[in-house]
């Protein structure tokens, strides 16, 4: 039952900035003369027949969201092969490369925060990091970075409507039989005994148990008004969900034309169910309610949800500051300081048109990109480029082949450019007080003033233990004296509300919105606010939408071989990592394996291809459970697809 919120992330990661303002472009380059470039000026010094090795592949990336930064990461580890030579001169097996990444924000690295007006810091999106994020936790490893300074510990989240609490999210991993059992009257104590075997163990750890068991009885206690029967009528839809992930693409396409609300009434689930707890959930979690999204990407939610490992859906917050100081800025360090490699970073850069050419071979080839710098006001070009990472979103996608002739005569970059994006709206607020809430992560859910949108709010300075980076350096307190709350407050499906001015979307969240959940909020006064709004820049997984979305090939090796595609919208074939509905480490994967192709394709000399964990096995009786449904659905037909 954990909250999906943000797989906004990575999507506003990618934004058109247009709400932000244009800022000087932002460029890194590498240090001076790095030990391999060192050993070429010695060898072509020291002996006149030197052979000069292949001239440095010239790659583009364009984004620097998860995907974008995983495609850099890729390809700065990848390329050189390093084997080390064993004299001066011998520099013939190294294929080395020449990166760009260029994005819209005016610092894609992290190192220069957004403020607000007033000089606070703030983040479009709070971004959730769930337990299953194998290659971000690599990440931090190899930036020897202790996760416990970078996450907070693993959090509950809330559910609260007009009637007041419905639902909170145990922490399943951290949960004690006694914590989830023991205020539920009779039926709890059978099943702590047997659990416990008639132990009298209060701090005993509650088990791991196989899914969905484990997640049904660990939630038991923790809906505050959905009845157990509006809860049991989801059982005909996780059928479903085994059927639609155990299918072909043939299967999936044919759950992918429903919407999720047509799944919803053919297998009879409640209205309760639906109204009180599954539409809130997709309104914060893919953006849209039922009736607006594809089944086959709801049910590949539904699958981390309750067919997943049973805590599967803890999540976790960044501990101190945003996702772009912690993380992505020591990884862009890292990355401009390869000994190999070189790259360079273009902030406050979009780009305009990517040219293609034909070649000897008959294929198509992107050969020169062409993008707008701010900070001159001049449109710049690189030429002889060699392979394209196009590490963007859905507007993105529709910016650059918009203007992109040549791009927009392939069909599959014409039909993921007339995807819809999705409206969002982020607020952070400033209190005079503290306010204590149950859950430092909420969710709203029914309320009339969302105006059909979804909406969450996080308590901040619960997060991240009232950091004084919260209130920038502007706002220090004297000695002793506490600061209130700061609260993040975020709208998906927003275009209700996209047109209030900033003062009346605050006066949402003071007057109605937060109060209603947390009467206390009633009495705290507001110092502080600041607001960001974003038009259309979350994709839509709307019904008929998977056939659109770009493959991470592209147009194909056949036919277009050097640009490939990277983000948690791409498909990605034979290559689909199983954190399919966990955005932040789809995207930074797909950034891996969309490298590792571009270099497959051009590289003539060796490369490294960059390591992908994969995340854990499916339980046993899930494998099971699919392999069943294949026997069973040969001789069944699916009367509820379409």
């Not at 890729?74 to 064993?86: D, K, N, V």
């Not at 056949?558 to 595609?565: A, G, H, Y």
């Amino acid at each position: 039952m954990k909250l999906h919120y943000l797989s906004a992330a990575a999507a506003i990661a990618a934004i058109s900035l247009s709400a932000i303002p244009s800022c000087n472009a932002f460029t890194i380059s590498t240090q001076p003369a790095s030990a391999f470039t060192t050993r070429l000026q010695t060898a072509a010094s020291s002996d006149s027949n030197y052979n000069q090795p292949p001239s440095p592949k010239k790659y583009v990336i364009i984004g620097g969201g998860w995907a974008g930064w995983g495609a850099a990461k890729a390809l700065c580890e990848g390329l050189p092969y390093t084997i080390p030579p064993t004299e001066p001169t011998d520099v013939g097996n190294y294929q080395f490369a020449n990166i760009t990444l260029i994005d819209a924000l005016p610092d894609p690295t992290g190192a220069t925060p957004y403020l607000s007006a007033t000089g606070k810091p703030v983040e479009a999106g709070t971004r959730g990091f769930w337990k299953d994020y194998p290659n971000i936790n690599k990440l931090c490893a190899q930036l020897g970075i202790d996760e416990e300074d970078v996450f907070t510990p693993f959090t509950n989240s809330s559910f609260y409507s007009p009637d007041g609490l419905e639902a909170t999210a145990p922490v399943f991993s951290e949960a004690t039989v006694e914590s989830i059992l023991g205020d539920v009257p009779l039926v709890g104590n059978v099943i702590k005994n047997a659990l416990s075997g008639g132990r009298e163990k209060k701090e005993e750890a509650f088990p791991l148990l196989p899914s969905p068991l484990g997640q049904v009885i660990a939630t038991i206690p923790y809906f505050e008004r959905l009845p157990i029967a509006d809860r049991a009528s989801m059982v005909g839809l996780l059928l479903a969900t085994v059927d639609c992930l155990a299918g072909d693409e043939k299967v999936q396409a044919a759950y992918d034309r429903m919407t999720a609300h047509e799944l919803f009434l053919r297998f009879r689930l409640s209205e309760r169910l639906v109204e009180d707890f599954l539409k809130p959930t997709l309104l914060v979690g893919l953006f849209k309610p039922p009736e607006e999204l594809s089944a086959l990407v709801v049910m590949e939610l539904l699958y981390y949800y309750a067919l997943a490992h049973q805590d599967s859906f803890d999540v976790r917050w960044i501990k101190k500051g945003t996702v772009s100081d912690s993380l992505i800025q020591p990884l862009a360090e890292r990355l401009v300081k390869e000994e190999y490699g070189q790259l360079n970073v273009l902030g406050g850069c979009r780009v305009k048109e990517v040219s293609l050419e034909e070649r000897n071979d008959g294929k198509m080839h992107a050969s020169k990109l062409t993008y707008f710098d701010t900070k001159s006001g001049q449109m710049e070009t690189i030429e002889d480029i060699d392979g394209i990472i196009m590490a963007v979103g859905n507007q993105g996608m529709s910016s650059i082949v918009g203007s992109s002739p040549d791009l927009a005569k392939f069909p599959v970059f014409s039909k993921a450019a007339s995807l819809k994006g999705i409206d969002v709206i982020s607020c952070r607020l400033w209190f005079d007080r503290k306010v204590s809430t149950r859950s430092p992560a909420n969710v709203f859910s029914r309320f009339d003033a969302l105006r059909g949108a979804g909406g969450t709010f996080f308590m901040l300075d619960q997060l991240q233990e009232d950091s004084p980076e919260l209130w920038g350096d502007d706002d220090a307190t004297e000695e002793g004296e506490e600061r209130g709350s700061v609260v993040a407050c975020d709208f998906y499906n927003a275009g209700g509300l996209m047109s209030l001015s900033d003062e009346d979307l605050v006066k949402v969240l003071t007057d109605e919105l937060l109060p209603s959940a947390v009467t206390k909020f009633a009495d705290a006064k507001l110092v502080d606010s600041w607001v960001g709004k974003y038009p259309g820049v979350v994709s839509w997984f709307s019904p008929g939408s998977f056939d659109k979305r770009p493959p991470l090939e592209g147009a194909g090796n056949d036919v277009l071989p050097n640009i490939k595609c990277a983000g948690d919208w791409v498909r990605m074939g034979e290559r689909e990592h199983g954190a399919k509905g966990l955005c932040q480490e789809r995207a930074y994967v797909s950034g891996f394996e969309a490298a590792n192709s571009l270099m497959k394709s051009t590289c003539e000399e060796k490369f490294q291809p960059h390591e992908v964990l994969p995340v854990r096995e499916d339980e046993a009786q899930f494998k099971m459970g699919m392999e069943l449904n294949k026997k069973v659905m040969k001789y069944l037909p699916r009367f509820w697809t379409r």
